[in-house]
């Protein structure tokens, strides 16, 4: 194959629909291909190009709706398929997307295939085949499949020694002074030192040798550490499990594993509180110890935790729902654990109360990176002046300790240590009914955080009564289901990708993918407004789509996208925060579009525009004015 040919398939086996096929194939494809280079403003396609497959290899392109609405920009290594039933449906059976018109907008170099080979790899090739599936929600649901493994908590023991590994070794020589092996160990904060000669791991020294062979044993500080050191060592590999390394801290009564691979170079080494940490950090561990936390420093340390159970659960393949509930449960019983303290510290409550979550804790959708957003519901026996001060003081030990485990206060101060938000049953009625019956912008977004109250101590019968009169109310009003639909359309989902920036609009283009912004958000507040104009119950996002779908008020293909999309966003997310984890980072929603495979791309856009898509329908369905 000639030097060009050879450059040209290599490209094409970067294009991630390409990746998968045989390699005979793609030593094939070059010949079938024709390049054509297109100046900026020629038309796209060329009108002497037959149906095919195009390959952006350099320069850009632009596809707008018919109304002239950019949809998205294609790249380097994107692709357009150009066939007589090449417009993609969209999840709703009456969709109608139309023709889309795509320009030129920079001197491109493309690469076509003509239809004839395409199909003929669709049909004998189904890794490339389902890349090109009818509709976005089969190839959400592929994505899902392959982005993770459908992991159980329970499996955590299963986890790689290399895995549970926290730091680079800390080493000396053998022929080290005893006070110098010290300081090292000192300087490091670390109970143990790695000896090695000649590059091979050849003794241990810890804390305890210090003590009992050193200080206890009269040894100079001044001899070498290789008069004290363990030279008969019990190692573990790096691919070992922490199940095989529980057995061997148990079997051997040690307290450090140097980790070693086949050919002898030294890995790292686990200890005893590693695996204690791990096995820890299994969510119903974390639970147990939140409700036997015996004040609030413990609480905190639980807290603490919460990253590295996000991490773990993400390296088994935990999946959205599972995951979330874990890290909500842990957070429900350090709240609940803390009400108990407060009580403890202030005396018992005067009247009954319901602590309630809101926002993702309300929804059981939480990560480790996370706020406050809680209320307080009282009996309607309040009096101010008899238990204001009593309440206030309640709810600033729980959000206090709450900070100090990890959970910021709400910067908007959606908490109950505001006034607005530590209500008797009778006041919140009052508010609601404000709410619903005269909407404007800013009470509607209030209004959509409190609909997604649930009590997670206290009485929970006090929030039912609230509901009962809430919910058939927000039903039954239409005007505040459009203003809490045009509130669901605030957020305009991003079009794509391009050279490594999200594509806003026309005239924004972002350097990081808020995941929770330009994902999350978005399909929770569409969740929201079917449940409301519905009267569900449901809270969580993809309970509230399917309940919806149930009764009616979405089709069942409209809620199948709409929740895979969520789950696409929300493990790419929690992935995410695990790798902050692993690197030591302070914790965040915004991804770099760098961390990203050409396959994880096409998945995002994909989900964009099953939201996109569906915030239109919503427009339409609830007669939202304006344009988009």
């Known amino acids: 194959m000639a030097a060009e040919l050879w450059e040209i398939r290599d490209f094409i086996a970067e294009v991630p629909a390409f990746a998968e096929l045989p390699a005979a194939v793609l030593d094939a494809l070059p010949r079938r291909l024709t390049v054509r280079y297109l100046r900026r403003g020629r038309p796209f396609p060329p009108p002497d190009a037959e149906p095919g497959l195009w390959i952006v290899r350099s320069g850009a392109l632009a596809v707008r709706e018919p109304d002239g609405r950019l949809r998205e920009k294609l790249g380097e290594t994107d692709l357009y398929l150009h066939a007589p039933d090449a417009a993609e449906p969209d999840t709703r059976a009456d969709d109608d997307v139309g023709t889309a018109a795509v320009a030129v907008i920079e001197d491109s170099l493309l690469y076509q295939l003509p239809l004839p080979a395409f199909e003929a790899l669709v049909e004998a090739h189904p890794a490339f085949a389902w890349r090109f599936e009818r509709t976005r929600r089969q190839r959400l649901e592929r994505a899902l499949s392959e982005l993770g493994q459908g992991g159980r908590p329970e499996a955590l023991m299963a986890a790689s020694v290399q895995s549970l590994l926290r730091r680079e070794p800390i080493t000396a020589t053998p022929d080290t002074a005893i006070r110098r092996g010290a300081a090292i160990m000192t300087e490091a904060q670390v109970s143990a030192l790695l000896l090695l000669e000649g590059g091979q791991l050849v003794g241990l020294v810890t804390d305890r040798d210090l003590r009992r062979r050193c200080l206890a044993a009269g040894v100079s500080v001044e001899a070498p550490l290789r008069e004290i050191m363990t030279d008969t060592l019990i190692t573990v590999a790096p691919t070992g499990s922490a199940f095989e390394a529980s057995l061997l801290f148990s079997r051997h009564n040690i307290h450090h594993l140097p980790v070693v691979a ?3 170079a030294l890995v790292g080494i686990l200890s005893t509180s590693d695996l204690l940490r791990h096995q820890g950090t299994h969510s119903i561990h974390l639970v147990r110890d939140a409700m036997a936390a015996p004040d609030v420093e413990a609480i905190a340390r639980v807290g603490s935790r919460l990253p590295d159970l996000e991490a773990q659960l993400v390296a088994i393949g935990a999946e959205a729902e599972p995951l979330g509930e874990a890290m909500v449960t842990v957070t429900d019983a350090m709240t609940r654990r803390l009400t108990e303290l407060a009580e403890q510290a202030l005396g018992p409550a005067p009247i009954a ?7 993702s804790q309300g ?36 959000t206090d300790a709450l900070a100090a485990a990890g959970l910021e206060p709400c910067p908007g101060g959606t908490m109950a240590t505001t006034p607005d938000w530590r209500q008797p049953l009778g006041g919140w009625q009052a508010q609601f009914r404000d709410w619903i019956e005269q909407p404007e912008p800013h009470s509607v977004m209030l209004a ?51 050279r490594r920036l999200v594509v806003v609009n026309d005239e924004q283009h972002d350097d990081r993918l808020d995941l929770k912004r330009y994902g999350l958000m978005p399909i929770a507040d569409l969740a929201r407004l079917h449940a409301v104009s519905l009267g569900l119950p449901e809270l969580h996002t993809v309970r509230r789509l399917e309940a919806a779908a149930r009764a009616g008020g979405l089709s069942s293909q409209a809620a199948a996208g709409l929740a895979d999309a969520w789950r696409l966003f929300y493990v790419l997310r929690a992935r995410h925060q695990a790798r902050q984890v692993r690197r030591g980072e302070p914790l965040d929603n915004r991804l770099d579009p760098e961390q990203l495979s050409g396959l994880e791309r096409d998945h995002l856009r994909d989900a964009f525009r099953v939201v996109d898509d569906h915030q239109r329908w919503v427009r339409a369905h609830f007669d939202v004015s304006g344009t988009r």
């Open 262 to 264: 086949e050919d002898g």
């Open 353 to 359: 109360w319901a602590w309630a979550a809101l926002g």
């Open 363 to 398: 929804r059981r959708e939480q990560t480790a990176f996370t706020d406050q957003d809680n209320a307080l519901i009282l009996d309607d026996a309040f009096e101010p002046e008899q238990h204001g001060e009593w309440f206030e003081r309640f709810a600033r030990f729980v």
């Open 448 to 498: 959509t955080n409190f609909f997604d109250m649930r009590v997670v101590a206290g009485r929970e019968s006090l929030l039912d009564a609230l509901w009962d009169k809430v919910r058939p109310a927000a039903r039954e009003n239409t005007i505040f289901q459009r203003c809490l639909a045009n509130n669901a359309l605030a957020i305009r989902m991003p079009l794509g990708f391009f």
